[in-house]
């Protein structure tokens, strides 16, 4: 039979032609074909899936960059004494803990 030699990357693969296929016969399944709905979504979709996660994650690190700084900010305003400096007022603040855990 011919050899055929397919190389992509890394890879090289060297295939044997053995005989003529008809095309009635049925083409026999070698096990590499993954028809499971979590692959087929990831070759359709997961562009767009990964693009959403991604802005989803900025918007909750830029949040949370945010409210923490609005949270030492209201603390400078009530006349506390500043993270920098010592202080430690920030950790009474509800909308400090909020940008922390968001």
Do not use: M
């Not at 050899?3 to 399944?29: E, G, Y």
Request: hydrophobic residues 40%; charged residues 15%; aromatic residues 10%.
């Amino acid at each position: 039979g011919s050899l055929i030699t397919l190389s992509c990357l890394s890879h090289r693969v060297v295939c044997q032609v053995i005989s003529s296929a008809v095309p009635s016969d049925p083409i026999p399944d070698n096990g590499t074909s993954d028809s499971s709905w979590i692959t087929r979504l990831e070759n359709n979709y997961g562009f767009y899936i990964g693009l959403g996660l991604a802005v989803f994650s900025s918007f909750l690190i830029g949040s949370s960059v945010i409210l923490k700084k609005k949270g030492l900010l209201r603390l400078v305003e009530k006349g506390g004494t500043r993270a920098g400096d010592g202080g430690h007022g920030y950790l009474k603040d509800w909308l400090w803990w909020a940008g922390l855990l968001t």
